[in-house]
Nanobody, 129 residues
Framework: EVQLQASGGGLVQAGGSLRLSCAAS????????MGWSRQAPGKEREGVSC????????YYADSVKGRFTISSDNGKNTVYLQMNSLKPEDTAVYYC??????????????????????WGQGTLVTVSS
């Protein structure tokens, strides 16, 4: 079965940076869009970013645009999220997911992930003031 493992979270001061990684196995990576979501306690899951491993197109939520960068390494079946200029409101558990990207833009793929995706094991990011 498809397995997803997110890592790289931790405690960081506001303004700092973290780099999250998500390794995927059990499917052909470049046939899927991979994305990141986050969920803070008591709040809904929020789509953060998504990338197509076939053409490299990306999607970013307005809340992170200009601060976060998503990238992928198809050879390693891994997707990354570089998070810069972190803010306390970025504090959340971050999750990754992968879906069949056929016929979808990355924005559409992000929406599908939020609605139907299996997000696997998340990693906690805590940003202090």
């Amino acid at each position: 079965e498809v397995q997803l493992q997110a890592s790289g979270g931790g405690l960081v001061q506001a303004g700092g940076s973290l780099r999250l990684s998500c390794a995927a196995s059990g499917f052909t990576f470049d046939d899927y869009a991979m994305g990141w979501s986050r969920q803070a306690p008591g709040k809904e899951r929020e789509g953060v970013s998504c990338i197509s491993s076939s053409d490299g197109s990306t999607y970013y939520a307005d809340s992170v645009k200009g601060r976060f960068t998503i990238s992928s390494d198809n050879g390693k079946n891994t997707v990354y999220l570089q998070m810069n200029s972190l803010k306390p409101e970025d504090t959340a558990v971050y999750y990754c997911a992968a879906i069949d990207n056929s016929g979808m833009t990355t924005a559409q793929a992000m929406g599908v992930m939020i609605s139907f995706g299996s997000w696997g094991q998340g990693t906690l990011v805590t940003v202090s003031s």
